[in-house]
């Protein structure tokens, strides 16, 4: 993938030669929502300008605009040419002097009908190469996008298939990588322009996989673990990512969370990769599903009362501590610490009143999922499905510890990994053997993840952490974080 300094520049303005076709106008959605201003170029400048306003229309406060080829082309600091073959050295001719200075990202596939599902390539190699000798060296060509379907595109989530990018200038190859990771796609530096006929050809390959598997659009992906971790398995990360998932929404019951992540991850410019954790807080599974209590509607028992007479807490507050928990370990004034149902140790149960419902509405509190588990599990599920890549799921909570003061991101739902790194067997910096070392590694991306998710105000409940090390497992669960009461020397 694009490392170099040119993904993270920021182009502003962007032409799109045949925009009004499918790939060019999901394209064009696609980076006006990122913030550039799109300039839409076709044949026909007035169905541009028609265009560009349907699409302005459907993104208010979005900047898009209409013209033809040659006038979006002066207008643009990058150009994407996204027209059929048999009009590629036209456009380019037409539009030459214009691209003097610029980088010119050619998505051009050389299919010629009826054989679409036969490689065609042109006696230069590659469309792309054909460009550039068109152009000459005064336009940097990049090649990309041959192997994204447009309906892909279209759908505004994470695409399923990485991006082959194939350029003679490796800073225009960086520059392009970052601005496609922009938006939502996970693009790879493949090599020379010469390169750039092997995603063309892929695209015949790969409309031959759509007829005889009835696939719809399929597309590549680069597999394989980074150098890094692969030369040792033990081998420590090599830096860690947490990235906040902002802006979205404050959840109610029965909202679609995965939707509103994969939303979430792409509006932010994060394209998950293999390995990724998502982290997301309690509350937000708790609040989808449906975990809220209004305490006037809560039922009381003599054993409620009793707990809220030794702790001073409301009665019904006491009573769902009591049926959310096997044991109450200690009690104080305003304060409970039980033992869940589901095994953790942690004060009222987890049942938390900050961050749920209107303060002027009837006092409301949220119980953890019912099974934190198979809610991390079902989302990591929608998450993989959507975005085609292996990744981890944590629920965390704020939980205190024993014997320290203060509150630490914990996981109490986990999906997609072994919660407990087991280091023995593993030998130190001077060869012993390590012999009690367990690792509770979910605990510790749970806790990382906490520095961006908000305790209070800021309105962040979930983030991508990137770089953790840890086992991937389809097993895993936050269950087997919990000590077993026959190890529990304090009992």
């Given at each position: 993938?694009?490392?170099?300094?040119?993904?993270e520049?920021?182009?502003?303005?962007?032409?799109?030669?045949?925009g009004?076709?499918?790939?060019?106008?999901?394209?064009?959605?696609?980076l006006?929502?990122a913030?550039h201003?799109?300039w839409?170029g076709s044949r026909d400048?007035?169905?541009?300008?028609?265009?560009a306003?349907?699409l302005?229309?459907?993104?208010?406060?979005?900047r898009?605009?209409?013209?033809?080829?040659l006038a979006?082309a002066?207008?643009?600091?990058?150009c994407i040419?996204?027209?059929p073959?048999?009009?590629?050295?036209?456009?380019?001719?037409l539009v030459?002097?214009?691209l003097?200075?610029?980088?010119l990202i050619?998505?051009?596939?050389?299919?010629?009908?009826?054989?679409?599902?036969?490689?065609?390539?042109?006696?230069?190699?590659?469309?792309a190469?054909?460009g550039?000798a068109?152009?000459?060296?005064?336009?940097?060509?990049v090649?990309?996008?041959?192997?994204?379907?447009a309906?892909k595109?279209?759908?505004g989530?994470?695409?399923d298939?990485?991006v082959?990018?194939?350029?003679?200038?490796?800073e225009a190859a960086?520059?392009?990588c970052?601005?496609?990771?922009?938006?939502?796609l996970?693009?790879?530096?493949?090599?020379?322009?010469?390169?750039?006929?092997?995603?063309?050809?892929?695209?015949s390959?790969?409309?031959?996989?759509n007829?005889?598997?009835?696939?719809?659009q399929?597309?590549?992906?680069?597999?394989?673990?980074?150098k890094?971790e692969?030369?040792s398995?033990h081998?420590?990360?090599?830096g860690?990512?947490?990235?906040?998932?902002?802006?979205?929404?404050?959840?109610a019951?029965?909202?679609?969370?995965?939707d509103?992540?994969?939303r979430?991850?792409?509006?932010n410019?994060?394209a998950?990769?293999?390995?990724?954790?998502v982290v997301v807080?309690?509350?937000?599974f708790s609040?989808v599903?449906?975990?809220?209590?209004?305490?006037s509607?809560?039922s009381l028992?003599?054993?409620?009362?009793?707990?809220a007479?030794k702790?001073?807490?409301?009665?019904a507050l006491?009573e769902?501590?009591?049926?959310e928990?096997v044991?109450?370990?200690r009690?104080r004034?305003n304060?409970?610490?039980?033992r869940?149902r589901l095994?953790?140790?942690a004060a009222?149960?987890?049942?938390?009143?900050?961050?749920?419902?209107?303060?002027?509405?009837?006092?409301?509190?949220l119980?953890?999922?019912?099974?934190?588990?198979a809610s991390a599990?079902?989302?990591?599920?929608?998450l993989?499905?959507?975005?085609g890549v292996r990744l981890a799921?944590i629920?965390?909570d704020?939980?205190?510890?024993?014997?320290?003061?203060?509150?630490?991101g914990t996981?109490?739902?986990?999906?997609?990994m072994?919660p407990?790194?087991?280091?023995?067997?593993?030998?130190?910096l001077f060869g012993?053997e390590?012999?009690?070392t367990?690792?509770?590694v979910a605990?510790?991306?749970?806790a990382?993840a906490?520095?961006?998710?908000?305790?209070a105000?800021?309105?962040?409940?979930a983030?991508?952490?990137?770089g953790?090390?840890?086992?991937?497992a389809?097993d895993g669960?936050a269950?087997?974080?919990?000590r077993?009461l026959?190890?529990?020397?304090?009992?």
């Amino acid at each position: 993938m694009s490392t170099g300094p040119g993904a993270e520049q920021l182009v502003s303005r962007i032409a799109i030669l045949g925009g009004a076709g499918a790939l060019g106008s999901a394209l064009a959605a696609r980076l006006a929502r990122a913030g550039h201003e799109i300039w839409i170029g076709s044949r026909d400048p007035q169905r541009a300008r028609d265009f560009a306003a349907a699409l302005s229309n459907d993104q208010p406060g979005a900047r898009i605009h209409g013209d033809g080829l040659l006038a979006c082309a002066s207008q643009a600091e990058i150009c994407i040419l996204t027209v059929p073959y048999a009009a590629h050295a036209e456009t380019l001719a037409l539009v030459k002097d214009a691209l003097a200075g610029k980088i010119l990202i050619d998505a051009t596939v050389p299919l010629k009908p009826p054989k679409v599902g036969t490689v065609q390539l042109p006696a230069a190699g590659s469309a792309a190469v054909e460009g550039q000798a068109l152009l000459g060296p005064q336009v940097r060509v990049v090649s990309a996008l041959q192997n994204i379907g447009a309906e892909k595109l279209a759908a505004g989530q994470a695409v399923d298939g990485d991006v082959l990018v194939a350029a003679d200038d490796a800073e225009a190859a960086a520059l392009v990588c970052g601005l496609l990771e922009r938006i939502g796609l996970r693009a790879w530096h493949v090599g020379p322009l010469a390169n750039s006929a092997a995603a063309e050809a892929m695209t015949s390959v790969l409309i031959q996989i759509n007829r005889r598997y009835k696939r719809v659009q399929a597309g590549l992906r680069i597999t394989g673990k980074a150098k890094a971790e692969a030369d040792s398995a033990h081998a420590g990360s090599s830096g860690v990512e947490i990235h906040p998932i902002r802006g979205l929404p404050l959840f109610a019951a029965g909202d679609n969370l995965a939707d509103a992540l994969a939303r979430g991850l792409i509006a932010n410019g994060l394209a998950p990769e293999d390995g990724d954790v998502v982290v997301v807080a309690q509350k937000a599974f708790s609040k989808v599903e449906g975990r809220a209590r209004t305490l006037s509607t809560v039922s009381l028992s003599p054993e409620g009362r009793d707990l809220a007479r030794k702790t001073g807490k409301p009665q019904a507050l006491s009573e769902l501590i009591l049926s959310e928990s096997v044991e109450v370990m200690r009690v104080r004034e305003n304060l409970v610490i039980t033992r869940h149902r589901l095994g953790h140790v942690a004060a009222n149960a987890g049942i938390d009143a900050s961050n749920v419902g209107d303060q002027n509405g009837p006092e409301t509190v949220l119980l953890w999922p019912a099974d934190p588990d198979a809610s991390a599990a079902a989302l990591r599920g929608a998450l993989q499905a959507r975005f085609g890549v292996r990744l981890a799921v944590i629920m965390s909570d704020s939980l205190g510890r024993a014997w320290r003061t203060g509150t630490l991101g914990t996981a109490i739902g986990v999906a997609g990994m072994n919660p407990i790194r087991d280091r023995r067997g593993e030998v130190d910096l001077f060869g012993r053997e390590l012999k009690v070392t367990l690792v509770a590694v979910a605990d510790e991306i749970a806790a990382a993840a906490s520095l961006v998710i908000g305790e209070a105000a800021e309105g962040v409940p979930a983030a991508l952490v990137r770089g953790a090390v840890y086992q991937p497992a389809e097993d895993g669960a936050a269950l087997h974080l919990v000590r077993p009461l026959e190890q529990d020397l304090f009992r």
